[in-house]
């Protein structure tokens, strides 16, 4: 059983900067995929980033150029820089990661944007 756990979230002035972090309980080069999602109050969960395996990177349109989505080998962590926060980056930020038995999500980290 994996576990994924989530932090780094919290309360930022918007133009400001958070790294979240997702620390997984085995080796982060076992999964195929990882990602971040996040879900505003009343909204559905939406894609942030995600990297394969072999790095490759996909953003949501929304965050292109300002977050930045990358691993850490061997601390087998997952990372979400995120750069010009905006009001609107207000959510709940989870981690996802999908293996070969299955897919599994983390607890989820509060970022709160003030204007």
């Known amino acids: 059983q994996v576990q994924l756990v989530e932090s780094g979230g919290g309360l930022v002035q918007a133009g400001g900067s958070l790294r979240l972090s997702c620390a997984s309980s085995?080796?982060?080069?076992?999964?195929?995929?990882m990602g971040w999602f996040r879900q505003a109050p009343g909204k559905q969960r939406e894609l942030v980033a995600t990297i394969t395996r072999d790095a490759i990177r996909n953003y949501a349109d929304s965050v292109k150029g300002r977050f930045t989505i990358f691993r850490g080998i061997t601390t087998n962590t997952l990372y979400l820089q995120m750069n010009s926060l905006k009001p609107e980056d207000t959510a709940i930020y989870y981690c996802?990661?999908?293996?070969?038995?299955?897919?599994?999500w983390g607890q989820g980290t509060q970022v709160t944007v003030s204007s």
């Open positions: 996802k990661g999908i293996i070969a038995t299955g897919e599994y």
């Open positions: 085995g080796s982060i080069v076992s999964f195929n995929a």
